[in-house]
């Protein structure tokens, strides 16, 4: 068999997989369906975080990315790590220890108001449909990418893309278990998934690292490959790959890693991960598997970034732009792809622009051919592609739902509605989620490339700090609360359509209105926004009334893993902090 | 090992202490010597690698990593100590059930 036909043969036993894990898990409850019965075990849950964190975009791309902006890159490989650390210590036990179901929840039960849920609701579905659309286009990318040659005819004949076509497959795999299983389902094939997508992302690099170094421990091997490539660097671009501050600015930099890391913290796809176990020990774990699954990723993709960019250098090096077309059978294989744009090569041509016109998403995607793998491998490349966009996608389809048959329906709309009937709204919503991002995935919107700066700009300067003080701050009021989340939520969102209007509106815009905030580009201004948050948080809540004493005794009740009765509450109240010793427990 | 030895006040103020002592080594890896001291750390190399970016690029997370870890397994004890650790009803199996 080919790469076609391997290609089909894994993404073929992977999907059939992921089928018969939905029909094992079925659900018939909201809380199988919203939390999985807040059953699920730690270790499983850290796949299930990890595989739900790393997208189309963590696998396809961020080698590529990283790569061209060498030590630049630490931005996003720190950013979607750092901010774990956070999450475990500030939210995910507490969160579990509240219960319930969702985000939006927590907000308005500890805000005392449907307000405020109400718009950390709207705020949910906004940040997690930008963000699944993307995940739809990659599902439709990979199919397109691997199985052209076999869909090209199936196309032809009912008149739709190859990217169509495999968007539509996606949607129907992605719509069979999270319907059936719910959060279930979602969570048990995430742990598939991310078995199939390391692999599948590691073995390469393994492969690569020895070719390359003789050692077959990427992290190790960089130290063979970077000073090679430095002086590459150095002789063809002119910088060494491993100088900082080459295309951001120490500020972005900084900006644009809190934002990555708050934001990261303040995903509700992520953050309800931590409610589906059994207790608060558990989310503290979870927290601590999720991060060490996802750092296994996140430290070998800098290694496949710096292998690729070494070895693209030296093969110009030793035989130029045009020596590389006629030689070098993945340039020739990429160009027919059309994502390699060698029309514009040249004889004499620089090394800088021979890099522009490679394309930063196959960096990944050609690392096997480039390690001279096998077509079998090749394939299962193809196949962790395709988990990694499943998997997010499905988390986010989840989340989707349960802010509206949940938190808008059920707690807001209709209050008396039967389990029976929230679980049929959770699966018709699911259902209407995914026709949604299908939709946005065959005709996607300009601006889905600016989605990640929207989805974590606003996630960090909405969410993180009204969570973060309604656990840490019991004098926190929901005037304060509503009115942060509304000025963290309109700077960041106004600023970024001011600095990226070229992009979200190209008809009326040609350049951006703003080109910056006081130096900050669109990807850090939720920091900014953050910080206006806390501060606009602050100020309210101590102008307003302290919140009642039930919702004080609430987050005096979420800091401690045991449930604390009535009496012990009672009598804490009574108990000054300089006597507490005395008294004891 | 049931009796409680410290009061829930106690027990909070330890976590916050132990909160802030992790987040700011948080700080300290990431985004001091990862950014804004990346430059200056540049100049010692270790096994062919710059410091301050590999720092960025591979240290910070591994101490992320281990951050986790270290808050996990102390609040496990300190819940216990304080009593205020959940009913483990069947399961002690867990991951990190070592002590």
Same mark, same amino acid.
């Given at each position: 068999?080919?790469?076609?036909?391997?290609?089909?043969?894994?993404?073929?036993?992977?999907?059939?997989?992921?089928?018969?894990?939905?029909?094992?898990?079925?659900?018939?409850?909201?809380?199988?369906?919203?939390?999985?019965?807040?059953?699920?075990?730690?270790?499983?849950?850290?796949?299930?975080?990890?595989?739900?964190?790393?997208?189309?975009?963590?696998?396809?791309?961020?080698?590529?990315?990283?790569?061209?902006?060498?030590?630049?890159?630490?931005?996003?490989?720190?950013?979607?790590?750092?901010?774990?650390?956070?999450?475990?210590?500030?939210?995910?036990?507490?969160?579990?220890?509240?219960?319930?179901?969702?985000?939006?929840?927590?907000?308005?039960?500890?805000?005392?108001?449907?307000?405020?849920?109400?718009?950390?609701?709207?705020?949910?579905?906004?940040?997690?449909?930008?963000?699944?659309?993307?995940?739809?286009?990659?599902?439709?990318?990979?199919?397109?990418?691997?199985?052209?040659?076999?869909?090209?005819?199936?196309?032809?004949?009912?008149?739709?893309?190859?990217?169509?076509?495999?968007?539509?497959?996606?949607?129907?795999?992605?719509?069979?278990?999270?319907?059936?299983?719910?959060?279930?389902?979602?969570?048990?094939?995430?742990?598939?998934?991310?078995?199939?997508?390391?692999?599948?992302?590691?073995?390469?690099?393994?492969?690569?690292?020895?070719?390359?170094?003789?050692?077959?421990?990427?992290?190790?091997?960089?130290?063979?490959?970077?000073?090679?490539?430095?002086?590459?660097?150095?002789?063809?671009?002119?910088?060494?790959?491993?100088?900082?501050?080459?295309?951001?600015?120490?500020?972005?930099?900084?900006?644009?890693?809190?934002?990555?890391?708050?934001?990261?913290?303040?995903?509700?796809?992520?953050?309800?991960?931590?409610?589906?176990?059994?207790?608060?020990?558990?989310?503290?774990?979870?927290?601590?598997?999720?991060?060490?699954?996802?750092?296994?990723?996140?430290?070998?993709?800098?290694?496949?970034?710096?292998?690729?960019?070494?070895?693209?250098?030296?093969?110009?090096?030793?035989?130029?732009?045009?020596?590389?077309?006629?030689?070098?059978?993945?340039?020739?294989?990429?160009?027919?792809?059309?994502?390699?744009?060698?029309?514009?090569?040249?004889?004499?041509?620089?090394?800088?622009?021979?890099?522009?016109?490679?394309?930063?998403?196959?960096?990944?995607?050609?690392?096997?051919?480039?390690?001279?793998?096998?077509?079998?491998?090749?394939?299962?490349?193809?196949?962790?592609?395709?988990?990694?966009?499943?998997?997010?996608?499905?988390?986010?389809?989840?989340?989707?739902?349960?802010?509206?048959?949940?938190?808008?329906?059920?707690?807001?709309?209709?209050?008396?509605?039967?389990?029976?009937?929230?679980?049929?709204?959770?699966?018709?919503?699911?259902?209407?989620?995914?026709?949604?991002?299908?939709?946005?995935?065959?005709?996607?919107?300009?601006?889905?490339?600016?989605?990640?700066?929207?989805?974590?700009?606003?996630?960090?300067?909405?969410?993180?700090?009204?969570?973060?003080?309604?656990?840490?701050?019991?004098?926190?009021?929901?005037?304060?609360?509503?009115?942060?989340?509304?000025?963290?939520?309109?700077?960041?969102?106004?600023?970024?359509?001011?600095?990226?209007?070229?992009?979200?509106?190209?008809?009326?815009?040609?350049?951006?209105?703003?080109?910056?905030?006081?130096?900050?580009?669109?990807?850090?201004?939720?920091?900014?926004?953050?910080?206006?948050?806390?501060?606009?948080?602050?100020?309210?809540?101590?102008?307003?009334?302290?919140?009642?004493?039930?919702?004080?005794?609430?987050?005096?009740?979420?800091?401690?893993?045991?449930?604390?009765?009535?009496?012990?509450?009672?009598?804490?109240?009574?108990?000054?902090?300089?006597?507490?010793?005395?008294?004891?427990? | 090992?049931?009796?409680?030895?410290?009061?829930?006040?106690?027990?909070?103020?330890?976590?916050?202490?132990?909160? *802030? $002592? @992790?987040?700011?080594?948080?700080?300290?890896?990431? #985004?001091?010597?990862?950014?804004? +001291?990346? %430059?200056?750390?540049? &100049?010692?190399?270790?096994?062919?690698?710059?410091?301050?970016?590999?720092?960025?690029?591979?240290?910070?997370?591994?101490?992320?990593?281990? *951050? $986790? @870890?270290?808050?996990?397994?102390?609040?496990?004890? #300190?819940?216990?100590?304080?009593? +205020?650790? %959940?009913?483990?009803? &069947?399961?002690?199996?867990?991951?990190?059930?070592?002590?």
């Amino acid at each position: 068999m080919g790469i076609i036909g391997w290609t089909f043969f894994w993404v073929g036993i992977t999907f059939a997989l992921y089928i018969g894990i939905a029909i094992w898990s079925r659900v018939s409850t909201t809380a199988g369906f919203y939390v999985a019965g807040q059953g699920v075990p730690t270790v499983a849950n850290g796949m299930a975080v990890a595989a739900d964190w790393m997208s189309a975009a963590s696998f396809i791309s961020m080698a590529g990315l990283v790569a061209f902006l060498g030590s630049d890159g630490s931005v996003y490989l720190m950013g979607w790590t750092g901010g774990y650390v956070l999450l475990a210590l500030l939210l995910a036990p507490f969160l579990r220890k509240f219960g319930k179901f969702t985000v939006p929840d927590f907000v308005g039960t500890r805000y005392y108001s449907n307000v405020a849920r109400a718009v950390a609701a709207i705020v949910t579905l906004f940040v997690s449909f930008t963000y699944v659309a993307g995940q739809m286009r990659g599902v439709g990318v990979v199919f397109g990418r691997y199985l052209e040659p076999v869909l090209q005819p199936i196309s032809a004949t009912v008149g739709l893309e190859v990217i169509t076509l495999g968007v539509i497959a996606g949607m129907f795999v992605v719509a069979t278990y999270a319907v059936l299983g719910g959060m279930k389902g979602i969570t048990y094939t995430q742990v598939a998934q991310y078995c199939v997508l390391i692999f599948a992302y590691t073995l390469p690099a393994v492969a690569i690292a020895f070719v390359l170094a003789g050692n077959p421990i990427p992290h190790i091997a960089i130290g063979e490959v970077l000073p090679r490539l430095d002086g590459l660097s150095e002789e063809f671009l002119g910088t060494n790959y491993s100088d900082p501050f080459q295309n951001f600015s120490m500020l972005n930099v900084f900006c644009i890693t809190v934002a990555l890391m708050v934001g990261t913290a303040g995903l509700p796809h992520v953050i309800v991960r931590f409610y589906t176990v059994k207790k608060v020990r558990d989310a503290r774990w979870s927290a601590f598997w999720a991060l060490l699954f996802i750092a296994i990723l996140y430290t070998v993709a800098p290694a496949v970034g710096m292998f690729a960019k070494y070895y693209i250098l030296s093969s110009f090096s030793d035989l130029g732009a045009m020596g590389m077309l006629n030689e070098q059978e993945w340039v020739r294989n990429w160009a027919q792809a059309g994502l390699i744009q060698t029309g514009a090569w040249s004889e004499g041509m620089s090394a800088a622009a021979m890099l522009e016109t490679i394309d930063r998403d196959i960096i990944v995607l050609a690392t096997p051919e480039i390690a001279g793998l096998s077509a079998i491998l090749v394939g299962i490349v193809a196949a962790g592609g395709m988990a990694a966009a499943l998997s997010t996608a499905s988390g986010l389809l989840l989340v989707i739902s349960s802010s509206v048959a949940h938190d808008i329906y059920a707690e807001i709309i209709n209050p008396e509605a039967s389990d029976e009937r929230r679980l049929f709204a959770g699966r018709l919503t699911i259902v209407v989620a995914v026709f949604l991002a299908g939709l946005l995935g065959i005709y996607p919107l300009g601006f889905v490339a600016e989605v990640v700066a929207f989805a974590f700009g606003l996630a960090a300067a909405a969410f993180f700090p009204v969570i973060v003080l309604g656990i840490f701050w019991k004098r926190c009021t929901k005037e304060g609360a509503i009115s942060g989340m509304i000025v963290g939520l309109a700077f960041t969102f106004t600023l970024i359509i001011l600095m990226r209007a070229h992009v979200v509106l190209p008809v009326v815009f040609e350049t951006p209105i703003l080109e910056s905030f006081l130096g900050v580009n669109a990807q850090g201004i939720g920091t900014i926004g953050m910080v206006l948050a806390f501060i606009t948080i602050y100020v309210v809540s101590m102008l307003t009334e302290e919140p009642p004493q039930e919702v004080q005794d609430l987050v005096e009740q979420i800091r401690y893993p045991r449930v604390i009765t009535s009496e012990e509450l009672y009598e804490s109240s009574k108990v000054e902090p300089g006597q507490a010793e005395a008294g004891g427990a | 090992m049931a009796t409680p030895q410290m009061s829930r006040e106690e027990y909070w103020q330890k976590q916050l202490r132990r909160t *802030l $002592i @992790l987040l700011t080594v948080w700080f300290v890896v990431g #985004l001091l010597s990862g950014i804004l +001291l990346i %430059e200056p750390l540049n &100049e010692f190399v270790f096994g062919g690698i710059p410091f301050g970016f590999w720092m960025a690029q591979q240290g910070s997370i591994f101490v992320f990593v281990s *951050l $986790i @870890l270290i808050y996990a397994v102390a609040s496990d004890r #300190l819940d216990a100590e304080a009593g +205020l650790a %959940e009913v483990d009803d &069947e399961s002690t199996s867990g991951p990190g059930a070592g002590h």
